[in-house]
């Protein structure tokens, strides 16, 4: 089936936009999407993958859902669009890069400008009911995704993979750790950054080292 994504992306993975899962997946994300609310909106379900084209990852960030409220989502992960007030979870984030790194912590919360850099900025589910969280799991975005990290393992060297939370630990679990970069720590969330699992992790600092010691441009946080 025909899917409107980056070259690079659409070179890689067009042998699974015509897997059975895939084309069912579509079906039920073009019906929800006409017989509900649902976010991101169309034309940004893969903007992940837009803004970052295959051959120029050098970072994956795994978050879970879109967020499901007015105007959040944006289809990238963590991400949300200026306009909207930044969720506990990206504030956490960007604590962290202000203590890690001293960058001030931002009022730009749209994170176009990582994945501009080579941050994919990747949910396991790329689509979701409004006010409905986790209604889109576990019809397909979950095996489309696994295939997405596969790939990136499987194709490319030395990426660094920030794997926060259980999820993302397990989703990531496949990874080549003998040819890549592998971080994890708890989740951003204040259900688990303020238990001790996510401050002072400084991943941000971690992946710059990794970038430049591979002979990579560091990501300006």
């Given at each position: 089936?025909?899917?409107?994504?980056?070259?690079?992306?659409?070179?890689?993975?067009?042998?699974?936009?015509?897997?059975?899962?895939?084309?069912?997946?579509?079906?039920?994300?073009?019906?929800?999407?006409?017989?509900?609310?649902?976010?991101?909106?169309?034309?940004?379900?893969?903007?992940?993958?837009?803004?970052?084209?295959?051959?120029?990852?050098?970072?994956?960030?795994?978050?879970?859902?879109?967020?499901?409220?007015?105007?959040?989502?944006?289809?990238?992960?963590?991400?949300?669009?200026?306009?909207?007030?930044?969720?506990?979870?990206?504030?956490?984030?960007?604590?962290?890069?202000?203590?890690?790194?001293?960058?001030?912590?931002?009022?730009?919360?749209?994170?176009?400008?990582?994945?501009?850099?080579?941050?994919?900025?990747?949910?396991?589910?790329?689509?979701?009911?409004?006010?409905?969280?986790?209604?889109?799991q576990n019809k397909g975005w979950e095996k489309f995704?696994?295939?997405?990290?596969?790939?990136?393992?499987?194709k490319k060297e030395n990426v660094v993979f920030l794997?926060?939370?259980?999820?993302?630990?397990?989703?990531?679990?496949?990874?080549?750790?003998?040819?890549?970069?592998?971080?994890?720590?708890?989740?951003?969330?204040?259900?688990?950054?303020?238990?001790?699992?996510?401050?002072?992790?400084?991943?941000?600092?971690?992946?710059?080292?990794?970038?430049?010691?591979?002979?990579?441009?560091?990501?300006?946080?």
């Amino acid at each position: 089936m025909n899917v409107n994504i980056e070259k690079g992306w659409n070179d890689e993975l067009k042998s699974e936009f015509e897997e059975p899962y895939f084309v069912e997946l579509a079906n039920f994300v073009k019906t929800e999407y006409k017989q509900y609310t649902c976010y991101p909106k169309g034309s940004e379900i893969f903007a992940a993958f837009d803004h970052c084209g295959f051959n120029d990852v050098k970072v994956v960030i795994i978050g879970q859902d879109p967020y499901h409220g007015v105007g959040q989502a944006n289809g990238l992960c963590f991400s949300v669009n200026n306009e909207v007030a930044a969720p506990p979870s990206l504030i956490n984030i960007f604590k962290e890069i202000e203590t890690d790194l001293g960058i001030p912590f931002s009022s730009n919360v749209n994170l176009e400008r990582w994945a501009k850099q080579g941050v994919l900025l990747l949910n396991a589910t790329l689509t979701v009911r409004a006010h409905q969280a986790g209604s889109h799991q576990n019809k397909g975005w979950e095996k489309f995704t696994d295939a997405v990290i596969q790939k990136i393992s499987d194709k490319k060297e030395n990426v660094v993979f920030l794997l926060w939370g259980g999820y993302a630990k397990k989703k990531g679990a496949k990874i080549d750790r003998s040819k890549h970069c592998v971080l994890s720590s708890g989740h951003p969330s204040p259900l688990s950054a303020n238990r001790g699992y996510w401050f002072g992790n400084k991943h941000f600092s971690s992946t710059n080292a990794y970038l430049e010691n591979t002979n990579q441009n560091k990501i300006n946080w």
